[in-house]
C-alpha cells in the first residue's frame, strides 16, 4: 500500500459560492499528435466545510426593569460575545493523479476526440462532457431577514429624554410600548380614529409601529445579532484515519488552528468500505484501452467533544480499482463509440454509440 501524507489546509471562504462547472479542452487524435491521446485519472481529497456563528449579545439600557414593567425574566444583562458549531460537510473533489496519466494510441481516419478539464482530467470521448454531478459547496452562510432600520434614538420623546433618572426613564419607554400596541391593535381591529387609505399605506404603518416597538421594546431585553462563518480544511486521505484532528473549536475565538490549545479538537475518523474485486489490470490492456477507475467507498465522521456534526458514506476514487475499456471501440471510423466520465472520480458514467 502507498504511504499518505495527510494534508489540513485550511481555506476562509468568504461568501464565495464554488462554481460547479468546469471548463472542458476538447483533444483531437490527428496526425499530428500521431493519433495518441494523453489523460489523467484523478485521485479524492477531501473538503471539510466548517459553519460556525459569532453570537454577539449587547444589554439594553433598562435591563433592570425589563421584568418590572414587560414582564420579560431572561433580558440580557451584560454584552458578551461568543462561538457556536453549526453544520458540517464534508465531500469529495478530483484532482489530477499524477501516478495515473496515460497515453492510448488510436488508429488513424476515425479522428476520436476526448474532452478533458483544464488540468487534464478525463471528461468524455467522442461526445460532449456532463458537468451535471460534479460537487460543490453545499453550505452558505444563513441570509438575514431584511429588517426596518430604525434610529432608537428617534423613538424617545421629550418627556422620556426628560426624565430626572433611569427608572423614571423605563416608566416612560414602557408606557411608550403599551401606547403603540394598543394604536396597532386599534388599526388592526378598525376601531382607530383615522385607518389608512389603501393596503400600501396600511402595511407601512403597521412596519412602523412594529419598528418602534421593537426599538423601545430592545432597550429592556437587549439585543442579539449573529454572523455566521465558513471555512474549509482540505485532507488527502488514508485508507485508515482513526480521529485526525481538522483543526479546533474555541466557544470565545470560533475556529483555531490544531495547535492552538485555546479550543476543543474536531476529529475527523475515516472507514473504507469492502470494495468488490476485479480482474487485474494488465500492461498490455492498458496500452490498448481507456482505463477508468471503478471508485472505492468510505464511511467518514466528523466529531466535536463526542458529539457527532457529520456521518456519511462518500466516493473516493483511488480506494477503488483500475479497469480498462478497450480502445478499438472509439477509433471505428463508421460508428465509433461513445463514453461519458465522471470527472472527479474518473468512472465510467455512460457508454453508448
Not at 483533444?27 to 459553519?51: F, M, W
Not at 452558505?140 to 429588517?147: D, F, L, M
Not at 480544511?233 to 484515519?241: A, H, L, N, V
Request: with cysteine.
Amino acid at each position: 500500500m502507498k504511504k499518505r501524507i495527510w494534508v489540513i489546509v485550511p481555506v476562509l471562504l468568504l461568501s464565495l459560492m464554488i462554481d460547479a462547472q468546469t471548463e472542458a479542452v476538447k483533444i483531437t487524435a490527428t496526425k499530428g499528435n500521431e493519433y495518441g491521446l494523453t489523460y489523467t485519472l484523478p485521485k479524492t481529497v477531501l473538503n471539510v466545510d466548517i459553519q460556525t456563528t459569532k453570537v454577539k449579545l449587547k444589554a439594553g439600557q433598562f435591563y433592570q426593569y425589563a421584568e418590572k414593567y414587560l414582564g420579560v425574566k431572561d433580558a440580557i444583562t451584560e454584552n458578551k460575545e461568543y462561538w457556536e458549531p453549526d453544520k458540517v460537510d464534508v465531500w469529495g473533489k478530483g484532482i489530477p493523479d499524477k501516478e495515473n496519466t496515460y497515453f492510448i494510441q488510436l488508429k488513424s481516419g476515425g479522428m476520436p476526440f476526448m474532452y478533458l478539464t483544464s488540468d487534464g482530467l478525463l471528461c468524455s470521448i467522442n461526445a460532449d462532457p456532463d458537468f451535471s454531478d460534479m460537487p460543490k459547496l453545499r453550505l452558505s452562510p444563513e441570509e438575514k431577514p431584511a429588517g426596518t432600520n430604525f434610529n432608537t434614538a428617534s423613538v424617545m420623546s421629550e418627556e422620556l429624554l426628560m426624565a430626572g433618572s433611569t427608572s423614571k426613564m423605563a416608566e416612560i419607554a414602557a408606557k411608550q410600548i403599551y401606547r403603540i400596541r394598543e394604536s396597532r391593535m386599534n388599526i388592526l381591529t378598525g376601531d382607530a380614529d383615522k385607518i389608512p387609505a389603501d393596503g400600501e399605506s396600511f402595511k407601512l404603518v403597521i412596519s412602523q409601529l412594529e419598528a418602534q416597538e421593537k426599538a423601545l421594546t430592545e432597550m429592556f431585553t437587549g439585543t442579539v445579532t449573529r454572523e455566521t462563518k465558513i471555512q474549509t480544511y482540505t485532507i488527502d486521505p488514508e485508507e485508515t484515519m482513526n480521529n485526525l484532528m481538522v483543526c479546533r473549536f474555541s466557544r470565545y475565538f470560533g475556529l483555531v488552528d490544531k495547535n492552538d490549545l485555546s479550543g476543543t479538537p474536531i476529529y475527523l475518523t475515516l472507514r473504507t468500505s469492502e470494495n468488490e474485486q476485479l480482474m487485474p489490470v494488465t500492461k498490455e490492456k492498458i496500452q490498448k484501452g481507456i482505463v477508468c477507475r471503478t471508485p472505492g467507498e468510505a464511511q467518514i465522521k466528523v466529531t466535536l467533544s463526542g458529539k457527532t456534526l457529520f456521518d456519511s458514506t462518500l466516493k473516493i476514487a483511488q480506494f477503488g480499482t483500475l479497469t480498462v475499456l478497450p480502445g478499438s471501440i472509439f477509433d471505428d471510423k463508421k460508428n465509433p463509440d461513445k463514453a461519458v466520465f465522471y470527472p472527479d472520480l474518473g468512472a465510467l458514467k455512460k457508454l453508448f454509440r
